[in-house]
């Protein structure tokens, strides 16, 4: 089993910036990739942005392409999402996702993390 712990969400008013962080409890096969879904109320979990940690190839989202950078610290087993130019859009749970291949595909995510709520001030 892998543990997969958020931190950095908060409140920020439009045009500002926030940097997520997500630590895995230890390094497996599941946790090849690793990157962001978000969820806004009302609305179906999406994708944003993910990270493969052995190539550093990364897959963004269309809406948040520069805007937002996943990178990752291999030494620490922990993956960040710097969001920079935040609109009220962005405003959602940010879930930390682990998996076997990089995907934009809720169902094939093997870990959650427990979500961290970001909120966009206009």
């Known amino acids: 089993q892998v543990q997969l712990v958020e931190s950095g969400g908060g409140l920020v008013q439009a045009g500002g910036s926030l940097r997520l962080s997500c630590a895995a409890s230890?390094?497996?096969?599941?946790?090849?990739?690793m990157g962001w879904f978000r969820q806004a109320p009302g609305k179906e979990r999406e994708f944003v942005a993910a990270?493969?940690?052995?190539?550093?190839?990364?897959l963004y989202t269309d809406s948040v392409k520069g805007r937002f950078t996943v990178s990752r610290d291999n030494a620490k087993n922990t993956v960040y999402l710097q969001m920079n130019s935040l609109k009220p859009e962005d405003t959602a749970v940010y879930y930390c996702?682990?998996?076997?291949?990089?995907?934009?595909?809720?169902?094939?995510?093997?870990?959650w993390g427990q979500g961290t709520q970001v909120t966009v001030s206009s």
């Open positions: 996702a682990a998996a076997q291949q990089i995907t934009s595909r809720v169902e094939r995510i093997d870990y």
């Open positions: 230890r390094r497996t096969y599941s946790t090849n990739t």
């Open positions: 990270i493969n940690r052995s190539t550093g190839n990364t």
